[in-house]
């Protein structure tokens, strides 16, 4: 087994010069950045929650490391398959139920690739390669909740 790991700054840019006297004292806004990264993420909560809708919510940054670990997963077991794909987009969505007490989890999400093929014979197994990509994605493994694929396979016009 080979070990990895990640680093990341978070910085908090809410402060209207109060801090936090009270629940509505406060924004939601933070920078997240990396070291080696060109540009950073402009994070907030969600609008629901007081955040700044135009910034990426942790919601929607879950979502888009699933989706895109799915991908990455996918384009590699194409490609020991040898179905040559030349198109991929997804619309994931995600359902999260809050508590009383605040809190919440996220209870499901689904992906729905839309996978461009070469060829029209590479269609079967494009499809059947979303399984042994989801066991293969590394942010799928790590969460708690199922994750759905609801998958689309084109083939490219000639």
């Not at 790991?5 to 910085?11: C, G, N, Q, R």
């Not at 895109?68 to 994931?92: K, N, Q, R, T, W």
């Not at 269609?123 to 689309?152: D, N, Q």
């Amino acid at each position: 087994m080979l070990d990895h790991h990640y680093a990341v700054d978070l910085t908090w840019t809410g402060d209207r010069g109060v801090g936090t006297t009270s629940y509505r004292s406060y924004g939601r806004d933070a920078l997240i950045s990396a070291a080696g990264k060109r540009h950073d993420v402009e994070g907030s909560a969600d609008r629901t929650f007081h955040g700044d809708a135009d910034r990426w919510n942790p919601e929607e940054l879950l979502l888009a490391a699933l989706a895109e670990c799915h991908l990455l997963s996918y384009l590699h077991v194409a490609a020991a398959a040898g179905v040559v794909v030349v198109a991929y987009s997804d619309a994931a969505e995600g359902s999260m139920t809050q508590t009383a007490d605040g809190g919440g989890r996220f209870t499901s999400a689904t992906l729905r690739p839309r996978v461009t093929v070469a060829d029209e014979s590479m269609v079967e197994a494009a499809t059947r390669l979303h399984a042994e990509a989801s066991r293969k994605c590394f942010i799928a493994a790590s969460v708690a909740f199922p994750v759905g694929h609801e998958p689309t396979t084109l083939v490219q016009a000639s």
